[in-house]
């Protein structure tokens, strides 16, 4: 790690009051406490002098809004393994959901929250039981930033006292935890749950190490190391700014999409295009469903798929074989209520769990519900297929999208930022499985759209709009979000009167290519968990404008359908 480039980049990231974003939001004018601490605690190890500008400014604004009590709980399971909060104000997951018996069979936790919960939950109940502490002397202190100073003293390293024999339950843990370490080295896919356990393994090591006569656990965190290492450090412009985890499948489905757009939109014989079919090809799983990226072949996802079914179809490989089984899975993925989820089906959660991780819900979104942006991109692959609105699976997603649109329109978006990713999903899926866009439901979403174009003809929102309704459909322009929009209005071109907001939008994003040679969005657009997380897909203001522009100079062409 190249630590004057970290600092050099925290120092430019700190905003006017002293505090950082997660992700740059540029509708926002201060940053968030999480982010904040850990920089604050980065800076202090690297050495940073405590009385200069940049920490002193970050330390008034974290004291001013709370301190390390305001901290998710994720936040404060990392301040706990340094001694820097106290384990004890930090609910316990109880070992036994890891044990397979009874319980397990009952209630098999991994089989009823989210894909992405599952691998951190692991190593935060390991490192709770233990109560995992280090004290590594002052610099890796930050007291300084609880409200009371008088309770921070009182918080002492202690991690639990251990027999020589770790225990039925811990063994349990420790090697469901190997267990679900993936061929590239992340544990669950995640380069966050993936150093959670990297901790946890190296405390069981050093407290049990006549458990580990095999060898399994030094090359295990060897590997992690590495899938760490290369997604933080070494991914070009997103180095040193956090990567959650490898996305090239994603990013590779929505770029040849772009790309095939861009050049006419069908059938193409661009020998670059057909290498990227057949690499796509190549990494479905033999369930049908195509990962994200890199260890997820373990939990394929609709949106990767249905995104790379469209591209595939309409490079007029829709009959291959692994095309006819991946609609045949996205098919099964459908949800009881007619939409559907991202990773799994039926991961909506139930009373117990609710009860089992409401203290959790400050950190991440524990289920995986139903969602209008993934059902409408899924009937777009759908439609492109051959796959219409006579179909009992779009009946009943059809169904699904009338019960939750809003009053105004549109849908809350699950996966992007907000409302008009939704309007930018449903609309091309609605349209390519050939229901007729005249019906004041659909064209509800046009009216919307036109009456929250911003005054440049781009459309912005604001990731504030997941809590505050007074944001919904408003923000600064983004490159993303006028695509989204855009690709909506192309599909109502014809059926209502949406030609002056189409035609400003697609001349905004002209111009905005004009102006930089490229298109980029000056703030989050992806949506991890509602509320809570955010993040920029560096693909998406090269792919998403690409797809809009293209399809709105065929239908201005009147070549969109044929």
Known sequence: MDEEKLKNILFATQMGDGSWQNVREINIDHGDIDTTVFNYWALKVMGEDLNGEVLSKAREWILKNGGLDKAMIMTKFWLSMFGNYDWDKLSKIPLIAFHKGFFWDMFFVQKLVAQWVYPHLIPMAYSRHMRICKDLGEKFSIKELHTNQEEARKIKCDPKSTSRNPGFNVKATFYRMLEIQQPHGSFGTYTVSSLFSIVCLRDFQQRFPEFDQDGKINPAIQRAYAFIEQLYFNTGSSSYFGVLDDGRYWDTALTALALLEG????????????????????????????????????????????????????????????????????????????????????????????????????????????????????????????????????????????????DFGSWEGRWGVNYIYAAGAVLPGLARIGID???????????????????????????????????????????????????????????????ECADKAAEYLVNLFIDDSTWIDVSAVGTGHRGILYMQYPAYPKAFPLIAVSRYLKKINGQLFR
């Open 263 to 406: 050049e006419g939109g069908e059938n193409s014989q661009n020998s670059g295009l057909l290498r990227t079919a057949d690499y796509l090809l190549k990494n479905f799983q033999p369930n049908g469903g195509l990962p994200y990226g890199l260890d997820f072949d373990y939990a394929p996802d609709t949106d990767d798929t249905g995104m790379a079914v469209v591209f595939l179809c309409k490079m007029g490989l829709g009959s291959y074989p692994t095309v006819q089984k991946s609609i045949e899975w996205l098919l099964s993925m459908q949800n009881n209520d007619g939409g559907w989820a991202a990773f799994n089906k039926g991961r909506q959660g139930n009373w117990f769990l609710k009860i089992f991780t409401k203290s959790f819900a400050d950190s991440a979104e524990a289920w995986d519900p139903s969602c209008a942006d993934l059902t409408g991109h899924i009937l777009e692959a759908l439609g492109q297929c051959g796959v219409h609105q006579d179909d009992k699976h779009v009946k009943k997603a059809i169904k699904y999208l009338k019960k939750t649109q809003t």
């Open 437 to 499: 866009l005249k019906q004041d439901w659909i064209m509800k979403v046009g009216t919307w759209l036109m009456e929250h174009q911003n005054e440049d003809g781009g459309y912005g929102e604001a990731t504030m709009s997941y809590v505050d309704k007074n944001w919904i459909g408003k923000g600064e322009s983004t490159a993303s979000q006028t695509a989204w929009a855009l690709m909506a209005l192309v599909e109502l071109y014809d059926v209502m009167d949406v030609k």
